[in-house]
């Protein structure tokens, strides 16, 4: 257990809805990375959160946005769902100063 | 050319062996290299970091780096039917060292461990 929580564990929804999911980075983390991953696949980069402002984006289009907390909670926002946004959303956290992230347990995501 | 390549399996050895997995990147400024463990239906687990070339050991689990080749390996020995899973390698492509990493994946590749 990395104490990196997410919720939900489980989401269907269907094309061209939004849907927010979050996560609790572990204690002592500032810092939190969201990852995509598709079946088969290795985790994408989304985005990352530090001082509730984004630091840096991977080649993901506006529709996937995301917050951070003074808590260093942090919510992914993804609008106008798409059957390819069906995957495993993972949260990752880390100290600002520290390359090493942990990865929470995922929200799996499908799109109908 | 992917930026991390990694074959992608399965991968099967007997319980015992040495697994060896490998993986190369694209980015000759690539500073830091992890490997991460993941079972079926489970998120990645952060088995080992590697920062400078050279071999860097944790117990069964034995990490590799060489720079000059944009080469990382891992290396298990005695291995276990519970260390069946995908092994994915991750890279701070590009990136300095002491600020939280971006990365990059592969593919994974699938370990088989058989009895």
């Known amino acids: 257990e990395t104490g990196v929580t997410q919720s939900p564990t489980h989401l269907i929804k269907t094309r061209g809805q939004q849907v927010t999911l979050r996560c609790s980075s572990q204690?002592?983390?500032?810092?939190v990375s969201w990852y995509q991953q598709a079946l088969g696949q290795g985790p994408q980069f989304i985005f990352q959160?530090?001082?509730?402002?984004?630091?840096g984006r991977g080649n993901f289009p506006p529709r996937f946005s995301g917050l951070q907390f003074p808590n260093y909670s942090s919510e992914l926002n993804v609008n106008a769902l798409e059957l390819d946004d069906s995957a495993l959303y993972l949260c990752a956290s880390s100290r600002w100063t520290e390359e090493t992230q942990y990865f929470g347990p995922g929200t799996r995501l499908l799109v109908l | 050319q992917k930026e991390v390549e990694q074959n992608s399996g399965p991968l099967s050895v007997p319980e015992g062996a040495i697994a060896s997995l490998n993986c190369t990147y694209s980015d000759r400024g690539s500073q830091s290299f992890f490997w991460y463990r993941q079972y079926s239906g489970k998120s990645p687990e952060l088995i080992m970091s590697i920062y400078s070339n050279g071999d860097k050991e944790d117990g069964r689990f034995t990490a590799q780096l060489n720079k000059a080749s944009q080469y990382v390996s891992l290396l298990i020995r005695d291995s276990q039917p519970s260390d069946s899973a995908t092994y994915l390698c991750a890279v701070n492509l590009g990136g300095g060292t002491g600020t939280a990493s971006k990365l990059t994946f592969g593919t994974g590749t699938r370990l088989q461990v058989t009895l």
């Open positions: 204690s002592g983390h500032n810092t």
């Open positions: 959160y530090y001082r509730e402002e984004e630091n």
